[in-house]
């Protein structure tokens, strides 16, 4: 069956979805899960001691992630139906609720990028401003403090990755989405995406081949993390092995492994790994690629996922 062929049949459950679901959802994120990946690359980077030498990455990074996850939540506002009443989920604390979950990470998020950019901010900055200077050489003569950002950076990048995935995955309505592993794949498409970023505009020598590395790491790991996740909805109930036909035969098969697996994780990470051995030349085809995958990763699970449904025979491909 073709997708427009399927679309048609099933316009009655489609239509209502991608009214509410439309690009802001996937958009959210994405950029989110960038953010997840890049703040967990800086705390890496901090760990490691890089802060001591001038790192475009560590300069960059925490504050692009700060306007990253504005444009982000920007998304989500647009997307939300009420918005005058966005300012109640910092009134109260759910624990079973992943929006509130979510609410308070991207709250304690900001503050915490700002630490990490302060320890190593572009030089421009410091010196437009010695407040800024006196912050950072004060930051950077305690060691323990560099490292409790570091951590702190890192546990809440995963935190904030796992967020994306969870607040799909909550939605047990959705079978393809009913999954404990989207959280896990959403922090390794994030930290793909930020390692493939600055792969993409650093540069050190020394600061891309390390990115690299990460990334072909991440990408790898990235192939059975999919992996899993299309074997776990095999082995579930009817109604998501009816959802993983939607990727495996059904309307959303070429996009899903086409643009997401194929352009988005296994062309880059060959053409990365014969990078690595000085085969051929390193090229920003292949991270454009990497955070393009990232993307259309996103969007390929929303839309398919808003097809899918617990009611028997709605997800019947003939």
């Given at each position: 069956?073709?997708?427009?062929?399927?679309?048609?049949?099933?316009?009655?459950?489609?239509?209502?979805?991608?009214?509410?679901?439309?690009?802001?959802?996937?958009?959210?994120?994405?950029?989110?899960g960038?953010?997840?990946?890049?703040?967990?690359?800086?705390?890496y980077?901090m760990?490691?001691?890089?802060?001591?030498?001038?790192?475009p990455?560590?300069?960059?990074?925490?504050?692009?992630?700060?306007?990253?996850?504005?444009?982000?939540?920007?998304?989500?506002?647009?997307?939300?139906?009420h918005?005058?009443y966005?300012?109640?989920?910092?009134?109260?604390?759910?624990?079973?609720s992943?929006?509130?979950?979510?609410?308070?990470?991207?709250?304690?998020?900001?503050?915490v990028?700002?630490?990490?950019?302060?320890?190593?901010?572009?030089?421009?900055?410091?010196?437009?401003?010695?407040?800024?200077?006196?912050?950072?050489?004060?930051?950077?003569?305690?060691?323990?403090?560099?490292?409790?950002?570091?951590?702190?950076?890192?546990?809440?990048?995963?935190?904030?990755?796992?967020?994306?995935?969870?607040?799909?995955?909550?939605?047990?309505?959705?079978?393809?989405?009913?999954?404990?592993?989207l959280?896990?794949?959403?922090?390794?498409?994030?930290?793909?995406?930020?390692?493939?970023?600055?792969?993409?505009?650093?540069?050190?020598?020394?600061?891309?081949?390390?990115?690299v590395?990460?990334?072909?790491?991440?990408l790898?790991?990235?192939?059975?993390?999919?992996?899993?996740?299309?074997?776990?909805?095999?082995?579930?109930?009817?109604?998501?092995?009816?959802?993983?036909?939607?990727?495996?035969?059904?309307?959303?098969?070429?996009?899903?492994?086409?643009?997401?697996?194929?352009?988005?994780?296994?062309?880059p990470?060959?053409?990365?790994?014969?990078?690595?051995?000085?085969w051929?030349?390193?090229?920003?085809?292949?991270?454009?690629?990497?955070?393009?995958?990232g993307?259309?990763?996103?969007?390929v699970?929303?839309?398919?996922?808003?097809?899918?449904?617990?009611?028997?025979?709605?997800?019947?491909?003939?």
């Amino acid at each position: 069956m073709t997708p427009e062929l399927f679309i048609t049949r099933h316009n009655h459950l489609i239509d209502p979805f991608l009214h509410v679901w439309s690009w802001q959802i996937p958009v959210y994120l994405f950029l989110g899960g960038w953010v997840a990946g890049n703040m967990i690359l800086t705390g890496y980077f901090m760990l490691g001691g890089r802060h001591t030498r001038r790192s475009p990455l560590l300069s960059a990074l925490p504050g692009l992630s700060l306007v990253l996850l504005s444009l982000g939540m920007l998304a989500l506002f647009l997307d939300l139906e009420h918005k005058r009443y966005v300012w109640r989920l910092y009134t109260t604390f759910q624990w079973a609720s992943p929006m509130s979950w979510g609410s308070w990470i991207l709250l304690l998020v900001y503050p915490v990028l700002l630490l990490t950019w302060m320890v190593r901010p572009p030089v421009i900055l410091e010196d437009l401003s010695q407040g800024v200077e006196r912050i950072t050489t004060t930051l950077q003569g305690r060691r323990d403090i560099v490292r409790t950002i570091g951590i702190t950076s890192m546990v809440l990048g995963v935190a904030l990755g796992v967020y994306t995935g969870v607040l799909l995955s909550s939605l047990v309505a959705r079978p393809l989405w009913n999954s404990g592993i989207l959280g896990v794949l959403f922090v390794a498409s994030g930290v793909s995406a930020a390692a493939a970023f600055g792969h993409l505009v650093t540069h050190s020598p020394d600061e891309r081949a390390l990115t690299v590395r990460i990334d072909n790491v991440v990408l790898a790991s990235e192939l059975g993390i999919l992996g899993l996740f299309v074997l776990g909805l095999l082995a579930g109930s009817a109604q998501q092995v009816e959802a993983a036909r939607l990727l495996l035969g059904g309307p959303f098969t070429a996009l899903f492994w086409v643009f997401v697996v194929g352009l988005g994780i296994v062309i880059p990470l060959i053409i990365q790994l014969l990078a690595v051995r000085h085969w051929i030349q390193h090229t920003p085809i292949a991270p454009i690629m990497v955070m393009a995958g990232g993307l259309a990763l996103r969007w390929v699970l929303v839309l398919a996922g808003q097809v899918s449904r617990w009611e028997p025979g709605t997800l019947r491909i003939h």
